[in-house]
């Protein structure tokens, strides 16, 4: 029997649409004569399905039909498996549970990649792929990230951060210490998103208001930073877990505007209709650097992985102060956009073999855990007794 893998996608999470993408590219790299493959589209309202019609990237353009096409599914832990259990079946036409041996997520942003779906995978008892809660909820809060970074003595920027209830209380005390500390030019970010969704640049005090109500507008805590004016961007990914993993070649993605926007990550620029995703960003590989600049980022890139104990495949993005020569991690994505496949090619890994290499990687992590105590025999509850109604109960 092949091991059967459930590809996970699409979530309520404003990179839905990416996910889909990345997944398709995902299923279609997989190695099927070593995996089945069971399609999981979550849905934005968070409903899951399956289908054999959620393989094709045309089929998501008319979601109605799609839908239609598809069924709804949950999940179910029975013994030592996990079963993909039907809905909405009709009474003597039930279609079978399916087993599924492994979880692989391929999603992106908030209500996913930040821990959710790591968590419901533990709560099941099924090994997946990519990181655990605790990486991926640290790789999620870009100023959580910094401060893991900072105290592990990883280069990051300076950076303020407050809650959208902090600034409406007291909006002045807040802009004199972002013009004290921080100074103009700065960027203004939502904590826990991506895409530069709600990011902006700040020239000066007056643009400043309105960028942390539009970042506000999408997450509850913002971070303030210094804006590097002379700016390099590098991207690294890492692969593998806290005990042995690698650096692939560096890119440099190339944006239209101050900042990478949405269009350039996804659209291919501006004027660009088709998207295959991240892998249609406008981009160098490898990056033009000096190679004792890339072997740093690419050392640096692995430090980072262990910092947050991550593992499967990630994305470490790094801005580059082209003035000082200095390099800071800017974010990590933990399921990076088409999960960073076109930067293993560059290396020389093929993207049927890294997900090979994912594969390993989750079971590996799921040995280990198997070999955990979680729980333990105890008869403290022989002697607890509530009494009868009423009755406050033992003190513990
Ligand atoms: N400190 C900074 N200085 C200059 N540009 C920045 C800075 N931080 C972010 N940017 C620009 O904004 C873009 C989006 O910011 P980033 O932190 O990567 O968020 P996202 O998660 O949305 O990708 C970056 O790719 C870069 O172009
Ligand atoms: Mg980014």
Redesign the pocket.
Known sequence: MKTNIAVFFGCRSVEHEVSIISAVQAMRAINRDKYDVTPVYVAKDGEMYTGDNLFEIENYRDLTELFKNAKRVTFIKEKDAVLMHYLDQKKFKKIPDVAIDLAFPVVHGTNCEDGTMAGYFEFLGLPYISCDIISAAVGMD?AVFKDVLKSAGLPV?DCIKFRAREYTLDKEKITTEIKEKIGF???V?PVN???????T?VNTQEKLDEAIRLGISFSDTILV?????S?R?INCSVLGDSDECEASVCEE?F?ND????YED?YMGGKNSGASKGMASLGRKIPADLPEDKSNEIRDLSCEIFKAIGASGVVRI?F?LDCDTGRV?A??I?TIPGSLAFYLWEATGLKYTDMIDRLVEIAFRRQRNRDNLTFTIDTNILSGVSFGTKGAKGAKL
């Open positions: 870009k920027l030019p700065l960027i970010k998103l991506g895409s530069s969704v709600g990011i640049k930073e210094k804006a590097i004016t700016l961007e993605p944006m101050e900042i990478l926007s990550k993005d801005l800071y800017n974010e994505n």
